[in-house]
């Protein structure tokens, strides 16, 4: 089919997996992919706006009322990303445009990094790895390595018990761990023990796994006293948000020795990192990539791609969204 | 009890090292350069030897030492002691079983999500600064996915019930099928390396299992494929899976053991598809006071003339 008769999806971002997508559905979609320094406007001197009835976009995106307007046509919006607080879902509402987001597709893959960085820090493993590629280690006994701490049969404590959560706790259900939450509701159909207050947790668990989205009650959630509750032996992960901990508290505690170690994919101003984590061997550092796997890509462009063949030939969306008010 | 020599022939746990000295005359073979000389002057005195599990009791040590009631290891693996030479002459030996299981069976998880999520080589990639450079590439998801393991005793079944956890589907390679077990049984390593992603050694080292991690092995597990070995390094031909590695035969490794420890293969430095650590299977505080407890728990029980608590011989 020649492209100017293929359905139009305008890009926005590009989202990440945009570049393993676009081969995959390009003899079925016309992709019209903005260039970062040109604006919307400008695209729509070439696409008529009433032609594009479909919006692909990245989680940075802001798919806002203004950009709405340009695109009066628009009956569609996916977004790769689970969250969908940079769309205004309420004008989608208004204009009748249906979105779509990842839903739980990262899940998965997003719960074992938070395991993936609990067992690091507790057990010392980057740590001991790069221990051992250090030039002149054959000079250091085996022997002379910290021993870490015991995961299995711990208590731990989840910060926002939704889908990642739920992973999490099966997960660490299997290395015998006792699994304590808090979350913004009690789960009535959850028999983990729920505790309304973050430094109750803190003060019951050995360490705290941050899996919740940030929203302005989960803005530094975890802050200094949580972080003294948790205590000198105890350990923080974070693959959430960098906003949900109060990273200077959490660089102090960490310095003065108030807290046994962190693990944390995320930080609170990307791809910055507080210099004195990088010297430190207690802190496990990854650079925002919890969700990342080929795997988790290519079922994401599986996604996308059945949602917008779904969109154009009028059938049901799969992760739909619909504001909840 | 403080007139009974105890040799202790490799470094423990502090705690440990510092109750033996309390409770017993302790030698420490390291207060010898010349092992002869600890022969000559105090062979009379030794009646039990502490080890673990890279240094415990050969035949020549054993035969050295005479008045040698017990050989009780700081380890639960005892290829480093002559068992047959302990079992000919009357001479005991404990090790320390239960104590670590989960311990151990923790870090081969851990060591599988390190190598297959790229952690460690995340952790440097962001300490280098390449972060401000851009995204790290694409990793290899775990849950899911099929996970191979040699040796279902106490250490595998641990490993295999995290490893369900993560939704894998779980096959196993033992002397014997285990006829009340729900996994898959493959007769040969061969045969499970062809059919797994992640094979995960979990047996005791002994004639039978030496290098059972060999080339036909390591091919049959393939580029996609990924070997954990938490057991001994004589279980895997190291230098033909230094060569599958260098070669991309093999998809990674993760490694808490060595052939020829503390030898690490230099060419191992510079992949980034290994994870490499100095033996810590069970290298945590809490473990190594329960292990520490049951080695003096067992020679206690010994010198009493009590049932030993965790016999082997």
């Known amino acids: 089919m020649a492209e100017e008769a293929l359905p139009k999806v305008l890009v926005l971002g590009p989202p990440t997996c945009f570049s393993t997508l676009e081969p995959l559905y390009s003899h079925k979609f016309h992709f019209l992919n903005p260039n970062p320094n040109s604006t919307l406007q400008h695209l729509m001197r070439f696409h008529h706006p009433s032609s594009i009835r479909a919006l692909l976009c990245a989680a940075n995106c802001s798919v806002s009322a203004d950009v709405l307007r340009l695109l009066p046509s628009l009956r569609l919006v996916l977004t790769t990303s689970a969250g969908t607080d940079h769309i205004d879902l309420r004008e989608c509402r208004r204009r009748r445009i249906q979105v779509a987001a990842a839903g739980g597709i990262f899940s998965e893959d997003v719960a074992d990094a938070a395991v993936a960085l609990l067992l690091d820090v507790m057990r010392k493993i980057s740590a001991a790895d790069r221990y051992l590629r250090t030039p002149n280690h054959g000079n250091r006994r085996w022997d002379f390595f910290t021993l870490g701490s015991k995961l299995s049969g711990k208590r731990i404590g989840i910060v926002g018990l939704g889908s990642i959560g739920m992973e999490v706790a099966k997960r660490l259900e299997s290395f015998g761990c006792i699994i304590l939450y808090t979350s913004k509701h009690k789960k009535a159909t959850v028999s983990y023990p729920f505790y309304s207050s973050v430094v109750q947790l803190a003060t019951t668990c050995d360490a705290l796994v941050a899996c919740c989205a940030l929203n302005e009650q989960t803005k530094r959630i975890i802050n200094r006293e949580v972080i003294l509750a948790l205590g000198k032996g105890g350990f923080i992960v974070n693959v959430g948000r960098g906003g949900l901990i109060d990273e200077k508290e959490l660089v102090k505690c960490l310095m003065e020795g108030e807290i046994g170690g962190a693990g944390l994919d995320v930080f609170e101003n990307e791809p910055h990192v507080p210099r004195e984590l990088l010297q430190m061997n207690n802190v496990v550092l990854s650079p925002h990539c919890a969700a990342f796997t080929v795997e988790a890509s290519m079922d994401l462009c599986g996604l996308v791609g059945g949602n917008l063949e779904a969109f154009f030939s009028n059938r049901p969306l799969t992760n739909s969204v619909t504001l909840v008010e | ?313």
Request: with cysteine.
């Open chain 2, 1 to 313: 009890m403080g007139t009974i020599g105890v040799l202790l022939v490799a470094r423990v746990l502090p705690y440990l090292e510092q109750e033996l000295d309390k409770r017993y005359k302790l030698f420490r073979i390291w207060d010898y350069p010349q092992k002869a000389q600890l022969l000559t002057q105090h062979a009379a005195a030794i009646r039990a030897v502490v080890g673990n599990s890279n240094d415990g009791a050969d035949a020549d040590l054993i035969d050295a030492l005479p008045k040698l009631e017990i050989v009780s290891s700081f380890s639960v693996g005892v290829d480093k002691i002559d068992l047959e030479k302990c079992r000919a002459k009357g001479i005991r030996v404990t090790n320390t079983p239960d104590v670590l299981t989960d311990e151990v069976a923790d870090l081969a998880i851990g060591l599988t999500l390190a190598l297959l999520r790229r952690i460690c080589e995340c952790d440097r990639y962001v300490r280098s600064g390449n972060w401000k450079k851009g995204d790290y590439k694409l990793t290899t998801k775990f849950s899911g996915k099929t996970v191979g393991i040699i040796g279902l005793g106490r250490i595998g079944q641990a490993i295999a019930k995290r490893a369900e956890g993560f939704n894998c589907s779980i096959c196993y390679y033992s002397r014997t099928e285990k006829r009340d077990s729900n996994y898959k049984y493959y007769p040969s390593v061969v045969e499970l390396a062809s059919n797994c992603e992640i094979l995960i050694v979990a047996c005791p080292l002994t004639d039978e299992t030496h290098h059972i991690i060999n080339r036909e092995v390591i091919n049959a597990l393939g580029p996609k494929g990924f070997l954990i070995n938490i057991g001994r390094g004589k279980h895997v031909d190291e230098a033909e899976l230094v060569s599958a590695l260098q070669e991309g035969r093999l998809g990674g490794a993760g490694l808490d053991v060595f052939e020829d420890e503390p030898v690490v293969p230099e060419e191992l430095f510079g992949l980034e598809n290994v994870v490499l650590l100095p033996h810590v299977g069970s290298a945590t505080v809490e473990t190594r006071t329960d292990m520490a407890d049951l080695v003096l728990g067992n020679l206690e029980a010994h010198f009493l003339g009590k049932p030993l608590l965790t016999p082997l011989v």
